[in-house]
């Protein structure tokens, strides 16, 4: 079975990759090493994400796959984008920050984004593969599975945040669902 590091320190990315890929391909996903911890200063989403897959195969040696991905909002001209995650200090604050500012906002539209690279051990691009998943920013909080802006989001033609969605339904249509169906395609051929 062939190994790639997936380059980041989130477990809930990692469990969420191996349950899209279970049975699709022969890969085993592992984390990079403690400490892994890449500047993440790119502009765009398909520049982080190749910076953090670069990264991870220089500290291990080994094929790497990455992801990044963020909330584009469209009232806030695609905030808080590639700097979801650093929107303000915690999950929750995040939330709360990003519904605060909604608060008189009509227009609620709004994607994920999902950008994943692989490359080689020596950090050569192989593919880069974009996923998005479209809906709208709730006026308030619902659910508890996934993690992120999850509680906030409803999926696009549901009446559901994909919070409220179970593992396996977020698994068919999320950004990171959707960017990772066209990376399997090659992955299968990879050796």
Do not use: W
Request: hydrophobic residues 35%.
């Amino acid at each position: 079975m062939k190994k790639i590091v997936f380059a980041t320190s989130n477990p809930h990315k990692l469990e969420e990759l191996k349950a899209i890929c279970a049975e699709k391909c022969d890969v085993e996903f592992v984390l990079p090493p403690t400490g892994f911890d890449p500047l993440e200063d790119g502009t765009t989403f398909e520049a982080n994400s190749l910076k953090k897959a670069k990264e991870a195969a220089c500290v291990s040696k080994m094929p790497a796959l990455a992801d990044d991905s963020g909330l584009c909002v469209d009232a806030l001209d695609g905030g808080p984008g590639i700097h979801s995650a650093r929107y303000a200090e915690t999950a929750q604050k995040r939330i709360d920050k990003l519904l605060d500012v909604l608060k008189n906002v009509e227009n609620r539209r709004a994607k994920f984004v999902c950008v994943m690279t692989l490359v080689d051990e020596n950090g050569n691009v192989l593919a880069q593969k974009r996923g998005e998943c479209y809906g709208e920013i709730a006026h308030s909080q619902s659910g508890t599975h996934g993690f992120g802006y999850d509680p906030v989001f409803i999926v696009k033609d549901t009446e559901k945040t994909m919070a409220e969605l179970s593992d396996e339904q977020k698994n068919k249509i999320s950004h990171r669902a959707k960017a990772l169906e066209q990376m399997i395609e090659y992955l299968k051929e990879y050796k």
